[in-house]
């Protein structure tokens, strides 16, 4: 166990809608990432936050957004779904001046 | 740009057996790697890193080995369980923490 919680576990959504995935950390684990894992491949970083700031950024349209809580929380938000989003949604976190990112269970979204 | 790639999409190994996993990396500007195991419905597992300064590094009956002459990474797995059946990836870091991962290596323990 990472300590990393994500929620829901699955959703189905229909193209055009709106979708917020939800995060929860490990207690100091400042740090805070995202990742798109569609079936078969391996995760792709969609952007990091790190004291509730946007740290760092893939190759993800602006549709793509999040947000940090000071609790230690996150969120991400994707607009305009298109049926390409069906994927795992993986969050990870690290402590303070680490590199280790510890993974949460992922969300799996389907776009219909 | 960067890539990170894994020679073998399957490997399928005898329970007992020394498992091999090759990834290769193409920015020599990375310092920082990681291999994840990741089973099925879950998400990756730390199994082991190591830092660019380091040619191996070893943990419980996982070593990992770096070669930077040809951008190389390795996870070898001493005496393969049926539990080690999963999907492994060797994850390269940047400056900024940003993780970049190959796309996996499914292994199988045969009983």
């Known amino acids: 166990e990472t300590g990393v919680t994500q929620s829901p576990t699955h959703l189905i959504k229909t193209r055009g809608q709106q979708v917020t995935l939800r995060c929860s950390s490990q207690?100091?684990?400042?740090?805070v990432s995202w990742y798109q894992q569609a079936l078969g491949q391996g995760p792709q970083f969609i952007f990091q936050y790190y004291r509730e700031e946007e740290n760092g950024r893939g190759n993800f349209p602006p549709r793509f957004s999040g947000l940090q809580f000071p609790n230690y929380s996150s969120e991400l938000n994707v607009n305009a779904l298109e049926l390409d989003d069906s994927a795992l949604y993986l969050c990870a976190s690290s402590l303070p001046d680490t590199d280790t990112q510890y993974f949460g269970p992922g969300t799996r979204l389907t776009v219909l | 740009g960067e890539s990170v790639g894994l020679h073998l999409p399957t490997l399928s190994v005898q329970e007992g057996d020394n498992s091999i996993i090759n990834c290769a990396y193409s920015n020599s500007a990375s310092d920082y790697f990681i291999w994840y195991k990741q089973e099925s419905g879950k998400g990756p597992q730390f199994i082991i890193d190591i830092r660019s300064n380091m040619d191996k590094r070893q943990g419980q009956r996982v070593t990992v080995l770096l070669n930077k002459t040809v951008k190389h990474l390795s996870l070898q797995i001493a005496a393969t369980q049926p539990g080690d059946s999963a999907v492994y990836f060797c994850a390269e870091i940047h400056t900024g923490n940003q993780f970049y991962f190959g796309t996996g290596t499914s292994l199988t323990v045969i009983p």
């Open positions: 207690s100091g684990h400042n740090t």
